[in-house]
C-alpha cells in the first residue's frame, strides 16, 4: 500500500486512501492515515471512527434522479479542488512565488511585490513594521 501511494503521489498526483472504518482501523498504519487523505466508508447515521478524514461516505443508498438503483452519499469536509490546484498537482501547474522588488531608496523597510494569478497581475508596496 504505502509503495502504490508514494508511487502516484511522485508522479504528481493528489492522493487520498478510499477504505472502510474496520480496514483503516485494522489493516492501514498510523502514517498512511496521517500522510494522505482518508475517504472513509462506513454506512451509519454517525461514524464513531476515531482517525481524520477528509470525505465521509456514509451511505450506499443514496437516490439521485435518473439514475436507477441506489447511489453513494458522501461528505466532503475539504476544499480538495483548492488543495489540488494550490499544490500544482493532477495536471495544474504551481503558481510561481510572488516576485519582490527590494526598493533601495527607502534603506530596505519597503519592498514592490508583484503578484501574477492567473491572466491577472497585482502589484503593490509592502512595508516592514
Same mark, same amino acid.
Request: aromatic content about 12%.
Given at each position: 500500500?504505502?509503495? /502504490?501511494?508514494?508511487?502516484?503521489?511522485?508522479?504528481?498526483?493528489?492522493?487520498?486512501? @478510499?477504505?472502510?472504518?474496520?480496514?483503516?482501523?485494522?489493516?492501514?498504519?498510523?502514517?498512511?492515515?496521517?500522510?494522505?487523505?482518508?475517504?472513509?466508508?462506513?454506512?451509519?447515521?454517525?461514524?464513531? @471512527?476515531?482517525?481524520?478524514?477528509? =470525505?465521509?461516505?456514509?451511505?450506499?443508498?443514496?437516490?439521485?434522479?435518473?439514475?436507477?438503483?441506489?447511489?453513494?452519499?458522501?461528505?466532503?469536509?475539504?476544499? /480538495?479542488?483548492?488543495?489540488?490546484?494550490?499544490?500544482?498537482?493532477?495536471?495544474?501547474?504551481?503558481?510561481?512565488?510572488?516576485?519582490?522588488?527590494?526598493?533601495?531608496?527607502?534603506?530596505?523597510?519597503?519592498?514592490?511585490?508583484?503578484?501574477? =494569478?492567473?491572466?491577472?497581475?497585482?502589484?503593490?508596496?509592502?512595508?516592514?513594521?
Amino acid at each position: 500500500m504505502r509503495a /502504490f501511494l508514494k508511487k502516484v503521489e511522485n508522479a504528481g498526483y493528489f492522493v487520498g486512501l @478510499y477504505g472502510s472504518a474496520s480496514s483503516l482501523t485494522t489493516h492501514t498504519a498510523d502514517d498512511i492515515k496521517s500522510w494522505y487523505t482518508i475517504w472513509l466508508a462506513h454506512w451509519v447515521n454517525q461514524t464513531n @471512527y476515531s482517525g481524520a478524514y477528509g =470525505i465521509w461516505q456514509h451511505s450506499e443508498k443514496g437516490k439521485v434522479a435518473g439514475i436507477n438503483g441506489n447511489v453513494d452519499l458522501d461528505i466532503c469536509y475539504k476544499d /480538495f479542488p483548492t488543495i489540488i490546484k494550490g499544490k500544482g498537482l493532477n495536471g495544474w501547474g504551481k503558481t510561481p512565488a510572488p516576485a519582490l522588488d527590494k526598493s533601495e531608496d527607502k534603506q530596505d523597510t519597503t519592498v514592490t511585490a508583484t503578484i501574477k =494569478i492567473g491572466t491577472d497581475t497585482y502589484k503593490g508596496t509592502l512595508k516592514k513594521e
